[in-house]
């Protein structure tokens, strides 16, 4: 299941307000078309999940599904750390993530980073339902890694 949204300019920049609706009025209506539910969690469904969905049903109308200025600092760690291409390459969200936590000395959910580089316009492919991940991949390629 692959899930791209458009690129949003400075949305580390835009009023939180503005950045919660285009995560709970857009992204996420668009990621359950392909019964993709992102939390802070990552991808609430299928197997590896660490809750249940009706805990996303519920939270979401509250938007309480992420921490927004947490999104919005992700955000601006991407570029450093991945890049578009047009090759076969692939990015896993939980390396993405430790390595950015790591570099930056500074914690984020796994979900608030799918989320981030979503927002930069990255496509992400998550695995089928019945396979054992929270994990996606994004199409892109490293910059820095160690």
Not at 5 to 14: A, M, Q
Not at 40 to 45: C, L, M, P, T, V
């Given at each position: 299941m692959t899930i791209s949204f458009r690129s949003i300019d400075?949305?580390?920049?835009?009023?939180?307000?503005?950045a919660e609706n285009i995560i709970y009025n857009e992204l996420l209506?668009?990621?359950?078309?392909?019964?993709?539910?992102?939390?802070?969690?990552?991808?609430?469904?299928?197997?590896?999940?660490?809750r249940p969905l009706e805990a996303?049903?519920?939270n979401k109308p509250l938007h309480k599904l992420f921490d927004i200025?947490?999104?919005?600092?992700?955000?601006?760690?991407?570029?450093?750390?991945?890049?578009?291409?047009?090759l076969q390459l692939r990015v896993n969200s939980?390396?993405?993530k430790r390595e950015?936590?790591?570099k930056q000395n500074a914690s984020f959910s796994h979900g608030d980073v799918i989320v981030a580089a979503l927002m930069r316009g990255f496509t992400a492919s998550f695995q089928r339902l019945d396979e054992p991940t929270i994990d996606c991949q994004f199409h892109a390629e490293w910059i820095a890694k160690n």
């Amino acid at each position: 299941m692959t899930i791209s949204f458009r690129s949003i300019d400075n949305f580390d920049c835009i009023p939180k307000e503005d950045a919660e609706n285009i995560i709970y009025n857009e992204l996420l209506p668009l990621c359950e078309t392909t019964h993709i539910h992102l939390s802070s969690y990552g991808n609430d469904s299928g197997k590896a999940s660490k809750r249940p969905l009706e805990a996303y049903e519920k939270n979401k109308p509250l938007h309480k599904l992420f921490d927004i200025e947490k999104i919005q600092k992700a955000f601006t760690y991407i570029p450093l750390y991945m890049k578009s291409t047009s090759l076969q390459l692939r990015v896993n969200s939980s390396l993405l993530k430790r390595e950015i936590e790591t570099k930056q000395n500074a914690s984020f959910s796994h979900g608030d980073v799918i989320v981030a580089a979503l927002m930069r316009g990255f496509t992400a492919s998550f695995q089928r339902l019945d396979e054992p991940t929270i994990d996606c991949q994004f199409h892109a390629e490293w910059i820095a890694k160690n």
